[in-house]
């Protein structure tokens, strides 16, 4: 699958993943494919023009060139698929040009390599939806809820700060989970802790940011705590 196949998936959404080293800034941007066949028609004779072959237009990427911009740094861009049925498909190092044709400035995504379908993740990820705290690793802490657990990753949601959050940013997460009921009638707490570094974040529309992160290895706590969860 190229990267023009996109043109004709159906039931689906789009998403640039944007890395830039200089800034450290790591976005996900909800993209959608170019609808104006007129302008549309116009990129694809400027993009002959310079011999690109394997591309797609996208239309509504908004971004601020202060946080992220892809003329001036070595920005590391990703394009994921996700068709309804499930399947991802991730086009790596894909490139990014803004495109302005007659006052109109559209986005190109380029990529010449074809893909196979992807998984972003190899474990299945259980919700938790728990109070917690991240703490960084220049000690900085702040509160966050702990969306969702996997054998090899975690999401946080945190509110709006100044905190690192780039990618490979190391932090441990802290979390306390009401458990079982003993034979007595009273709840037991459960108390996990991991280790994990970033590896995507999602800014939502209230401000709030969602963080994807890797653990750093599986624990004999982290493991029964998951299989603990898969019961539920």
């Known amino acids: 699958m190229y990267i ?32 104006d066949k007129a302008l549309r028609a116009k990129v694809n004779i400027f993009m002959s023009q310079k011999n690109v072959r394997h591309f797609v237009i996208i239309e509504n990427f908004k971004y601020d060139r202060k946080i992220i911009d892809f003329e ?27 495109v302005n044709i007659g006052g109109n400035e559209v986005i190109s995504v380029t990529s010449t390599k074809s893909v196979m379908p992807y998984d972003r993740r190899n474990y299945p990820r259980f919700p938790v939806e728990c109070d917690g705290e991240v703490k960084w690793s220049d000690s ?20 709006t700060t100044d905190a690192p959050h780039h990618k490979g940013q190391p932090a441990t997460v802290t979390w306390t989970e009401t458990a079982d009921f003993d034979n007595s009638g009273k709840a037991s707490v459960r108390t996990i802790s991991v280790n ?3 590896v995507r974040r999602q800014t939502m529309p209230d401000g709030k940011i969602i963080i994807g992160m890797e653990l750093e290895k599986k624990s004999l706590a982290t493991g029964e705590y998951i299989e603990w969860k898969s019961k539920g």
């Open 4 to 35: 023009e196949d996109v043109n004709r998936a159906t039931d689906c959404t789009l998403k640039l993943s944007c890395h830039d080293p200089a800034t450290k800034a790591l976005y996900d941007y909800d993209v959608n494919l170019m609808t």
């Open 196 to 198: 994990a570094k970033v």
């Open 72 to 98: 001036a740094h070595n920005v590391e861009c990703s394009l994921i698929l996700t068709l309804k049925s499930g399947k991802i498909y991730r086009w790596e190092d894909v490139g990014i040009s803004p």
């Open 140 to 159: 900085k802490s702040e509160k966050c809820v702990v969306k969702d657990i996997s054998q090899e990753g975690i999401g946080i949601l945190i509110e």
